[in-house]
């Protein structure tokens, strides 16, 4: 099955500051990327996303690029605010026609005031 | 719409004892899954479903069993729990496999204590 590693597992910043996380696969025939935020007691939701056919996407302060060469895609959010402070998943899916992801394990991030 | 409904939030159970966890969806999507999720190891997938009456396994189904009679609902049950059940369980739905489809919705969890 589809391997993802996701690094850090625990990262915090100061306010304003830039936050990166980044994830790698194995199946180079993934096509399709998306991080999830999840906040305390509550399920992950999707922040944004991204397909193999475009290098990055960006969405206000969350940015998404992709390295399909390297096989890794990373999670960038600037001028970090306190309330982006969650655990950040990133997936990949296994090739084939059904869409079933794998996860990575997380990223605690924690914006200081 | 409520989209992804779980219950209970919170339940204890004893060594031995049989519990059902229920999962609602009223987007019509077409696939479910139920996930696990400890502390520090990310979402590990149980068992999925692409459409009313197929369902299979995922990474981890060793102790429990699922069933999908209509395409709304997702049981997942726990027979005999164990300690090792202890978890957060998240049931998650999408409108399918294909391009556009993809992204998966979460129900808000629900936290299972084993003693």
């Known amino acids: 099955g589809e391997n993802v590693e996701q690094h850090p597992s625990t990262l915090s910043v100061q306010e304003g500051d830039s936050a990166v996380i980044k994830c790698t696969y194995s199946?180079?025939?993934?096509?399709?990327f998306p991080w999830y935020k999840q906040e305390l007691g509550k399920g992950p939701q999707l922040i944004i996303d991204i397909r193999s056919n475009v290098g990055e996407k960006k969405d206000q302060r969350i940015a998404v690029t992709l390295n399909k060469t390297a096989k890794h895609f990373s999670l960038h959010i600037t001028e970090t605010q306190p309330e982006d402070s969650a655990v950040y998943f990133c997936?990949?899916?296994?090739?084939?026609?059904?869409?079933?992801?794998?996860f990575g394990r997380g990223t605690s991030l924690i914006v200081h005031p | 719409n409520a989209g992804v409904t779980q219950t209970p939030k919170f339940r204890i159970l004893k060594i031995g004892q049989s519990m059902t966890l229920q999962c609602a969806q009223d987007?019509?999507?077409?696939?479910m899954y139920w996930y696990r999720q400890d502390p520090g190891m990310g979402l590990k997938l149980i068992y999925y479903?692409?459409?009313?009456?197929?369902?299979d396994k995922g990474e981890v189904p060793n102790g429990y069993n699922v069933s999908r009679s209509t395409t709304e609902d997702f049981p997942l049950r726990l027979e005999l729990a164990a300690p090792s059940q202890t978890s957060v369980y998240f049931c998650a739905s999408s409108y399918g496999g294909g391009r556009g489809s993809e992204t998966q919705y979460f129900g808000p969890g629900t936290r299972l204590l084993v003693l």
């Open positions: 997936a990949a899916p296994e090739a084939g026609g059904s869409y079933i992801p794998t």
């Open positions: 987007m019509n999507h077409n696939y």
């Open positions: 199946d180079s025939a993934s096509n399709y």
């Open positions: 479903s692409v459409g009313a009456g197929i369902t």
